[in-house]
């Protein structure tokens, strides 16, 4: 869910983050770079231009590595090494934006492991932490 916005509105089973992480995508020969707003434990939305991308359909499913740097630890000043989470993710949708809000892919997490689970809850408690 958005901070902010009426649960009544949310069909969404899962409580949604903002982050600012970076998406890798797997996407034919190519691994593309995206940005995610925001995510829960069963999916994430990234920003992207729909029409850079008219082969990317609802039901793809494709390989994702999904990274955020966590803030230095404020004892040493080192910064941690990025948490990263590796699946396949499936697009439920093509949000083409409005109201402010950029367009981009609505996905859910459709092939995830236990250790992925685990960088996943990780992550969601850094982003947090920001």
Do not use: W
């Amino acid at each position: 869910m958005y901070r902010g916005q009426d649960m009544s509105a949310e069909k969404r089973a899962h409580e949604r983050y903002d982050v600012v992480a970076q998406v890798q995508i797997e996407h034919g020969d190519d691994v593309e770079i995206f940005t995610a707003t925001n995510v829960s434990i069963a999916g994430m939305f990234f920003e992207a231009r729909l029409d850079d991308h008219p082969d990317m359909i609802a039901s793809m499913r494709f390989p994702v590595m999904l990274s955020l740097s966590p803030t230095a630890d404020t004892a040493t000043g080192a910064p941690p090494p990025p948490i990263e989470v590796r699946c396949t993710a499936k697009i439920i949708r093509r949000d083409t934006g409005r109201n402010g809000k950029p367009s981009g892919f609505g996905v859910c997490f459709d092939d995830i492991d236990a250790e992925n689970i685990a960088a996943l809850r990780r992550l969601i408690a850094a982003a947090q932490k920001k």
